[in-house]
């Protein structure tokens, strides 16, 4: 069979070999990948492999969908010839996280998707939801899940709520689909007006351009008529988190899932006292709470976006369109 390796050298260093066909152990899964999609994650995994201690080489991605066409000898939860997607967090099934099951995370340090069988624990796997082919499910199981985690599980949004949303990838999108579907407003920030043209065809009530106009906090509070949103969905990190904490209502959560402006820096803690606001970490979530969100999707029809689609031989094309930060939704590879 066909799979993708990287090595040391990032981008560069990332092919495709002939590798052995996967045989289960008893707890495991074999799925053949009908597509997967790209996060943040699996390029900064590439490019900074050996900074982060990852074993190498090593298969990427860590989203995916498939058939399942064997299963190990304990299983019993799955069959051979069940639609599955996967679950980022084997090891986190239910109840509180515990840091330790990052140990377990798909594409690095647990197996990848870049490839045309994949052996991957049990609960690693869930059924796709009714009416979704497998391009569309491959985008759910860290996108997805983790809007519906900033907004529901840690947000606590309620109907009629209201929502900030930072920018315009697989996230974001998931997030501004989620709120609607839950009945919430939403503001959509990003630098492209094309961009924020199709946040509104989606169902934006408010869009705000960053680049033109700097001060978007200051915006987001003539918004709301001075009080503020309940929920962030902060996708970037240091950089912007002073302007969500002063975007946020009292007891409001910001949700911070990603980091593009960076991991240190000053910000001023005063917000969070004056407003006994909330700052939740977001690490994608259970798999109990993937089951939730399918449960969602499929009561509410909601359609992931896709915004471009690539051969399986094309996956440093597909990267290369995450770098240019273009993309709008998601970007997906077809299986081999």
């Given at each position: 069979m066909?799979s993708?390796?990287?090595g040391?050298?990032?981008?560069?260093s990332?092919t495709?070999?002939?590798?052995?066909k996967?045989?289960?152990?008893?707890?495991?899964?074999?799925?053949?990948?009908?597509?997967?999609s790209?996060?943040y994650?699996?390029l900064?995994?590439?490019?900074?492999a050996?900074?982060?201690g990852?074993?190498?080489?090593?298969?990427?991605v860590?989203?995916?969908s498939?058939?399942?066409?064997?299963?190990?000898?304990?299983?019993?939860?799955?069959?051979?010839?069940d639609?599955?997607?996967?679950?980022f967090?084997?090891g986190?099934?239910?109840?509180?996280?515990?840091?330790?099951?990052?140990?377990?995370t798909?594409?690095?340090?647990?197996?990848g998707?870049?490839?045309?069988?994949?052996a991957?624990?049990?609960?690693?796997v869930v059924?796709?939801?009714?009416?979704y082919d497998?391009?569309q499910?491959?985008?759910?199981?860290?996108?997805?899940?983790t809007?519906?985690?900033?907004?529901?599980?840690?947000?606590?949004l309620?109907?009629?709520?209201?929502?900030?949303i930072?920018?315009?990838?697989?996230?974001?999108?998931?997030?501004?689909?989620?709120?609607?579907?839950?009945?919430?407003?939403?503001?959509?920030?990003?630098?492209?007006?094309?961009?924020?043209?199709?946040?509104?065809?989606?169902?934006a009530?408010?869009?705000?351009?960053y680049?033109?106009?700097?001060?978007?906090?200051?915006?987001?509070?003539d918004?709301?008529?001075g009080?503020?949103?309940d929920?962030v969905?902060?996708?970037a990190?240091?950089?912007?988190l002073?302007?969500?904490l002063?975007?946020?209502?009292g007891?409001?959560?910001v949700?911070?899932?990603?980091?593009?402006?960076?991991?240190?820096?000053d910000v001023?803690?005063?917000p969070?006292i004056?407003?006994?606001?909330?700052l939740?970490?977001?690490f994608?979530?259970?798999?109990?709470a993937?089951m939730?969100?399918?449960?969602?999707?499929?009561k509410?029809?909601?359609?992931?976006?896709?915004?471009?689609?690539?051969e399986f031989?094309q996956?440093?094309?597909?990267?290369?369109?995450?770098?240019?930060a273009?993309?709008?939704?998601?970007?997906v590879i077809?299986?081999?």
């Open positions: 066909i993708y390796e990287f040391a050298d990032g981008l560069s990332l495709m070999k002939e590798a052995l996967p045989i289960p152990m008893a707890n495991e899964v074999v799925v053949s990948v009908k597509a997967m790209i996060n994650r699996d900064m995994i590439i490019k900074t050996e900074s982060r990852v074993d190498l080489p090593a298969v990427p860590s989203d995916g498939g058939v399942v066409v064997e299963v190990g000898a304990e299983v019993n939860n799955v069959s051979i010839g639609s599955v997607m996967t679950h967090i084997p986190w099934v239910n109840g509180p996280y515990d840091p330790s099951y990052a140990k377990t798909l594409g690095t340090p647990g197996a998707l870049a490839t045309e069988l994949a991957l624990p049990s609960n690693s059924p796709i939801p009714a009416g497998f391009m499910a491959s985008t759910l199981p860290i996108a997805g899940l809007a519906w985690s900033s907004l529901i599980t840690e947000g606590n309620q109907r009629e709520g209201i929502v900030l930072l920018g315009t990838g697989g996230v974001s999108i998931f997030a501004l689909q989620i709120a609607k579907a839950f009945g919430a407003k939403t503001i959509v920030l990003s630098k492209s007006n094309a961009k924020l043209a199709k946040a509104t065809q989606l169902g009530d408010y869009v705000h351009n680049a033109e106009q700097p001060n978007w906090d200051e915006a987001v509070m918004i709301t008529h009080q503020g949103v929920v969905v902060e996708a990190g240091i950089g912007t002073s302007r969500s002063n975007s946020v209502r007891e409001g959560v949700s911070l899932f990603g980091v593009l402006t960076g991991l240190e820096g001023s803690l005063w969070f004056r407003k006994r606001a909330r939740a970490g977001i994608v979530d259970s798999r109990n993937y939730d969100f399918v449960t969602f999707i499929e509410h029809s909601l359609t992931p976006i896709i915004d471009s689609t690539f031989n996956l440093k094309e597909a990267f290369a369109r995450m770098q240019s273009e993309h709008f939704g998601k970007i077809k299986g081999k």
